[in-house]
């Protein structure tokens, strides 16, 4: 018998199938023209953080080797070392930034998906763009709180030889889970105060991994992942969140 939360995970999968039929049918790619834009800037602005502060990081990792013989190398693997990690914290927080700054143009997709699969139970929660905003900022720093809290002890203990394998593992799940996270909110941000959507994707924790990683899948795709992520990962997280609030009987995706 497949878990609940396995089971969850493969209908995400499932749901971002429809969301490229949803994102075409009710024309929705327009509502991700500036969340594609928070996108494109802040991936912008951590590859160049991340090649600005290399140096700087790889001086500090190099200080560590104290023999005279092979210092240029080291240097200039520090260096390299230096961004791949600011470039990894960065990419750890990008997530985060850009559900948080995208969250008041997301309202409107989560909208129009509901009201087209559940025209009888359509809801609307009468919230300002502002609100909406400061919401994603408390739900993403939260996430952000919790993820970094999660993932350091398992990284330290990923040095063992061996367990780092399976360490690399869960961290993979658990970022997954809060990027997931911040894709449902956007649609329970309609539906629930923020106690509430807590309780809900804790309750539902595989859908929230399986669109998650869907959204971490995408961002390894150089360039086209950043336009891809939002639209597909918000769209099939409103269709995910819209089921489980709804009992599932929806309108034919089709």
């Known amino acids: 018998m497949i878990s609940p939360v396995i089971s969850q995970i493969i209908q995400s999968f499932s749901d971002s199938r429809h969301a490229l039929i949803l994102l075409f049918k009710l024309r929705l790619w327009k509502y991700f023209a500036i969340p594609i834009l928070i996108a494109l800037l802040t991936a912008a602005a951590i590859v160049a953080l991340a090649w600005g502060l290399s140096g700087k990081v790889g001086d500090l990792i190099a200080q560590a080797w104290i023999w005279e013989w092979g210092t240029s190398t080291i240097r200039s693997l520090a260096q390299l070392i230096g961004g791949l990690i600011v470039f990894t914290i960065g990419l750890l927080i990008y997530k985060h930034i850009v559900l948080a700054l995208s969250a ?79 894709s449902i909110d956007c649609t329970l941000e309609r539906h629930f105060g923020f106690r509430e959507s807590v309780r809900f994707v804790k309750s539902n924790r595989g859908a929230a991994i399986g669109n998650g990683i869907i959204f971490t899948l995408l961002l390894f795709i150089p360039f086209i992942g950043t336009f891809l992520v939002l639209p597909i990962a918000v769209t099939a997280g409103a269709v995910t969140t819209l089921r489980l609030i709804n009992g599932g009987d929806a309108k034919t995706l089709a």
Do not use: C
């Not at 997709?109 to 009201?115: N, Y």
């Open 104 to 182: 008041p143009f997301m309202s409107p997709v989560s909208e129009r998906i509901e009201a087209h699969l559940y025209p009888g139970v359509h809801q609307y929660r009468n919230t300002t763009n502002v609100s909406q905003l400061m919401r994603g900022l408390k739900i993403n720093l939260r996430n952000l709180y919790w993820e970094i809290g999660m993932s350091i002890p398992i990284l330290l203990i990923g040095l063992i030889p061996v367990v780092g394998f399976f360490s690399a593992a869960i961290i993979f799940f658990i970022q997954a889970y809060y990027a997931g996270f911040g």
